[in-house]
């Protein structure tokens, strides 16, 4: 493949952007292809190159690059129409009432404009409903970038893991392994009194996809309860992803207190939310005492989007087709694993699937499986699962970065560029597209 147009625009990039992009995960060795436009599941770069695209702008676009009908005509009637006003639109209140309607957590819902605006206002939501400063948070989990969970360490001993945080907000967030009541136990021990809120991914998606073992994600409901702490569930991948329209929540059947969504909720366009518990959100200003605002919140072109995108998906069995098409891909590289490299392995559920590259065999590491995984006595067992943080640090995260994801980009399929963040398949990919893929990763693997 010729990319001589995207290195020379990236040269560019890199005399007016630090890093030439505007979105660290984007800058990838040795340079990143930049693309002209997309085409259902496929996007074609400034070379004309096309790829199968699984990366889907990081998990918004349910339909691909395309826009069914209801969607484009939403979209094009709120843009002409203002695109925006700063006083409040019916759509606002349709797609509102949607998510309430769906969605179990869901009472009342406050649109923002990102998946990290969602995560900081609802831990300053709990903060500020609790009286309390600490947020538990799982080792490995992501929330966007944001000063709370930007965070390494142990209990106790934590710090933060990016310059430009102050060392005294990492000492309010407390990391626990995932999938270990004990640890949450020992902490809420420790802290109980102080903690606002445990705050979780219900399925880790930047983690390589770990699902909770039986019982986890109601431990710390319970938990929670017990001491008048949140839980908060953030939704922002998984949210009308994984168990359609009632999200993971539903899936699992654990109610949180708090829910963050982003990315599909607003179909295509920035976007994030808190819902929750009416007499939680309420606490938002201006009906309540934590200070909330934005100049694009509730934007009436990203609700259109989000409302057409999420009534299209319940009208016309979207997550039957993409969790099918998802699973025959999942099943078809867990064959061409087992032929050619036995220690790697496929993990997923829903529209999302990654391939892990584990350094060790099945064996040397715990097994989601054996360790209760809630999807067991569904799942068709690809292989080994992580079960957290710890099994994931042994994945061969060099092999995934520099050889293998390249090989795929010049077959001519985009995964993500970093090997623990979650792909996922479009209600615009096809079997044939799914057949060139397995394919592709046959020859690169
Ligand atoms: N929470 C989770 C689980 C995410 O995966 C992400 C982003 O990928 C975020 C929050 C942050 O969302 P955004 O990138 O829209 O700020």
Known sequence: MNHDESRDLY??????????VNSSVRAVRPYPFFVERGDGAHVVDADGNRYIDYVMGYGPLLYGHDMPDPVRSA????????????????????????????????????????GTEATVSAVRLARGYTGRDKIVVMEGGYHGAQESTLVEGEPGDTAPSTKGIPASFAEHTVPVPFNDPEAVDEVFEEYGDDIAAVLTEPILGNMGIVHPVEGYLEHLREVTDEHGSLLIFDEVITGFRVGGLQCAQGKFGVTPDVTTFGKIIGGGFPVGAIGGRADVVERFSPSGDVFQSGTFSGHPVTMAAGHAYLTYAAE?????YVNDLAETLRRGLTDIVEDNAPSYTVVGTDSMFKTIFTREGPDDLTDACEAGCVQRESCPRYGYCPKNGADVANAETERWERIFWQEMKERGVFLTANQFESQFVSYAHTEEDVEETLEAYKEAL
């Open 11 to 20: 040269d560019r990039a890199l005399s007016v952007m630090p890093g030439g």
């Open 75 to 114: 979209v094009q009637s709120y843009a002409s129409d203002g695109p925006m006003y700063g006083a409040p639109t019916e759509i606002e209140v349709e797609h509102a009432e949607f998510v309430a309607r769906h969605v179990p957590s869901v009472e009342k819902i406050r649109f923002v404009n990102s």
């Open 316 to 320: 016309n069995g979207v997550y039957d």
